[in-house]
Structure formats: structure tokens, C-alpha cells
């Protein structure tokens, strides 16, 4: 059975390489029994398609340029 400190090392790892088996099943057993690191979990996918998001240019940094660009695109009505 993993620790938390060994289960929260593995999610981040997740972001860089694809785990093993072992590491994923491991993983697994550990976020069914533990809500602390499920929300660690979530909350690092969350950052982690926020970026990916960010990063194909889905967010401007300035509210007023994304309504500018929501306004310029043509509607399909």
C-alpha cells in the first residue's frame, strides 16, 4: 500500500512520464481509499488541462480582448 507521500510523488511523476503498471494500479488502490490525495489528483488534472487550455490560446489574458475575439467570430445562425 502506498503512503500519501508516495501516492502525490506518483501523480506529479504522471505529468512527465507514463507510469508502469504497477505504479498505476498502486496508484489506483490508493486514490479509492483516500479522499486527500483523490482531491490532490484532481486538482492536479485540473491545473494540468487549464495550462494545456491556456497554452493553445482558449483564454486571452484580458477579458475585454476575449470579448473582442468572441464578437469578431462569425455566428452560424
Do not use: V, W
Not at 40 to 63: K, L, S, V, W
Request: aromatic share 6%; with cysteine; net charge positive.
Amino acid at each position: 500500500m502506498l503512503s500519501c507521500k508516495e501516492a502525490t510523488r506518483l501523480c506529479s511523476e504522471a505529468l512527465d512520464r507514463p507510469l508502469s503498471l504497477r505504479e498505476r494500479l498502486a496508484l489506483r488502490m490508493h486514490l479509492m481509499m483516500c479522499s486527500g490525495c483523490t482531491n490532490y489528483h484532481d486538482q492536479m488534472a485540473f491545473i494540468r488541462n487549464i495550462t494545456a487550455r491556456f497554452a493553445r490560446g482558449e483564454f486571452a489574458a484580458d477579458p475585454d480582448t476575449q470579448r473582442a475575439k468572441d464578437t469578431d467570430t462569425p455566428s452560424s445562425s
